[in-house]
């Protein structure tokens, strides 16, 4: 299984962007996708995903600003993030488990300025 990213870029304050995460390879499983971030000198952190029942989740900082969606297949997702923020710069990385494993993607950087 590969994740490839797209959509990253830099942006002013208050503008908008359009993550892509696409999985490579997918089967019978289901893909459990979501979004993280990680700011330089900084942890990783939640972004936005799905419950099992399908509900999208969001972290508290981009409630609002964000919108998480899936293609029809589910072997892609979308980020779309809104009214972004300088606070809202960092790498950007798709996750899915798949399967019963866990991969990453390679990141998208995202700059606010």
């Known amino acids: 299984v590969q994740l490839v990213e797209s959509g990253g870029g830099s942006v002013q304050a208050g503008g908008s962007l359009r993550l892509s995460c696409a999985v490579s390879?997918?089967?019978?499983?289901?893909?459990?996708m979501s979004w993280y971030r990680q700011a330089p000198g900084e942890g990783r952190e939640f972004v936005s995903g799905f419950d099992s029942d399908g509900t999208t989740t969001y972290a508290d900082s981009v409630k609002g600003r964000f919108a998480i969606s899936q293609g029809y297949a589910k072997n892609t997702v979308y980020l779309q993030m809104s009214s972004l923020k300088p606070e809202d710069t960092a790498m950007y990385y798709c996750?899915?488990?798949?399967?019963?494993?866990?991969?990453w993607g390679q990141g998208t950087q995202v700059t606010v300025s």
């Open positions: 390879r997918y089967g019978y499983c289901r893909n459990d």
């Open positions: 996750r899915t488990i798949t399967c019963g494993r866990l991969y």
